[in-house]
């Protein structure tokens, strides 16, 4: 990778469900260099009106982050790229000023608003247009509440990567892989499927138009443009779905293999060259999302590290405060719990309770109770690593099933992928040769997109290749650095 001719640095921006994090990626003698510069916290906030983002507080800890970036780049910066957690969006007004806080995902108004929808189109029909698996947290859903709620059907909407490349500067977009994740785009083509808008009523003049991962969709603007750094920087979707930029960032080939994106939600499957939505599929609730240059990302949605991080929050509240390291090295001397729970259960989809939400399940397997102690706390915490690694086994084999792969290999990237007890537990319950990724594959992948797409690719919207990223992603891989 020689860049000796261009030393501008890059920026990836990665928004996630309990932390957002700014990273640059700069040159040393034309060898890349990636750290993270600036991380800040991120949580829904329950409020009177639902359970909502604090937007502006998010576009402020990008601001601050990019700011910095720029005192750490005299040379000046190239482009940024925006990625995220899916199916959540922003309303925005005539003047693209945003219309309130977004809802979150985990909000419950959606459980009623999904019923609603399937009085219109059947999750069938809505399956075989979308190949989306069907989820109430899905945009789908949520713009169908809006609706309901009163909220102007025809105020447009971003998902909130595509809203903060707006705010600074971009044109409004949703990039590919992230427009599948709202289970409104047809199967396997990049547009906006007209049939499920007029069967639900929602306004398709109020959806952005779709963009490939790696188009340049605009320069920087504003406020940040006024300084020397930022007055040439191009505004370039990557994958604007984490999970699309963490495979692409995968160092894999052949057909053998599968992958977790573990973090707040553990993302399971593989990737195909084109969809699958066969009875089976369907009937596991398997999804199709959209994967760099029209590949697929076949996966379930399994609940994740939140499941356990909503128990910790808990512990804490009532005086005992654990770090995740003496969790796991207390859990690596317990042995393997009698009885296992559903992790993927509806109501552990919810925040709040969630000691209670499981022990209640363990009582319903006839298992005692675990208390808030210092015996109970590690307990409970091995039953929610072993009921993982159990759920993973489960749905891989079903993704080796249905799709024919003959899999012997599993990479797990994301933050998870640090979790060496729940690694163990994962390939003793698959039989498959457990590799562990980078846990920043999200921001890899994203400057991986990056890269490809300032060699060339994306000033005519075609996006890029995925040779071109898989290129950038394998050098980048070994250049990472620890946080300064």
């Not at 890059?10 to 003698?29: E, F, H, K, N, T």
């Not at 495979?247 to 699958?276: E, K, R, Y």
Request: hydrophobic residues 40%; charged residues 20%; negative net charge.
């Amino acid at each position: 990778m020689d860049r000796s001719t261009n030393k501008q640095a890059l920026i990836a921006v990665d928004l996630g469900a309990q932390s957002c994090r700014v990273s640059l990626l700069r040159w040393r003698d034309s060898t890349p260099e990636i750290q993270e510069i600036h991380r800040f916290p991120n949580a829904p906030v329950a409020t009177e009106n639902g359970l909502r983002w604090d937007i502006r507080r998010i576009v402020d800890g990008v601001m601050t982050g990019l700011r910095m970036c720029a005192d750490a780049a005299p040379p000046g910066i190239a482009s940024i790229g925006i990625d995220g957690w899916g199916v959540d969006y922003v309303r925005v007004d005539r003047d693209g000023k945003p219309m309130g806080d977004p809802y979150c995902h985990r909000d419950e108004r959606t459980t009623k608003a999904m019923e609603q929808v399937f009085q219109h189109i059947s999750p069938e029909r809505l399956y075989a247009l979308t190949g989306i698996q069907i989820l109430e947290l899905n945009t789908i859903f949520q713009l169908y509440a809006d609706q309901q709620a009163g909220i102007d059907a025809g105020a447009r909407w971003l998902n909130l990567p595509e809203y903060v490349s707006y705010v600074l500067g971009g044109r409004a977009v949703s990039e590919y892989t992230n427009a599948t994740h709202t289970q409104l785009v047809t199967l396997g083509k990049p547009e906006w499927c007209d049939e499920i808008f007029e069967a639900t009523g929602l306004a398709r003049s109020a959806a952005p138009e779709i963009a490939a991962p790696g188009t340049v969709i605009g320069r920087v603007r504003g406020e940040l443009s006024r300084i020397a750094q930022f007055s040439d920087t191009k505004l370039i979707v990557p994958a604007c779905h984490d999970t699309a930029s963490a495979i692409s960032a995968i160092p894999a080939t052949g057909n053998d293999w599968a992958f977790i994106s573990s973090g707040t939600w553990s993302l399971v499957g593989t990737v195909l060259a084109s969809p699958c939505v066969s009875d089976s599929a369907r009937e596991m609730n398997f999804t199709n999302l959209g994967g760099v240059a029209g590949t697929i990302c076949f996966l379930k949605n399994v609940n994740g590290m939140w499941l356990l991080r909503q128990c910790m929050d808990e512990w804490e509240q009532r005086g005992y405060a654990w770090k995740l390291e003496e969790l796991i090295r207390r859990c690596e001397q317990l042995p393997a719990p009698r009885i296992l729970i559903d992790v993927d259960e509806a109501p552990l989809m919810h925040p709040g309770d969630m000691l209670a939400k499981i022990n209640a399940q363990l009582e319903a397997a006839s298992a005692p109770q675990l208390e808030v102690n210092d015996e109970g706390i590690p307990a409970m915490a091995n039953v929610i690593f072993y009921s993982l690694a159990k759920r993973y086994a489960d749905v891989l084999a079903c993704v080796a099933r249905i799709t024919g792969k003959k899999l012997r290999r599993l990479f797990i990237v994301g933050g998870g992928s640090k979790n060496g007890l729940l690694n163990r537990l994962t390939a003793s319950c698959t039989g498959l040769e457990v590799i562990p990724g980078s846990s920043e594959c999200t921001t890899i992948g994203n400057f991986a997109i990056q890269l490809a797409a300032l060699e060339g690719h994306g000033e005519n919207g075609e996006g890029v290749t995925t040779d071109a990223v898989a290129h950038h992603a394998e050098t980048l891989a070994s250049h990472y650095l620890t946080n300064s």
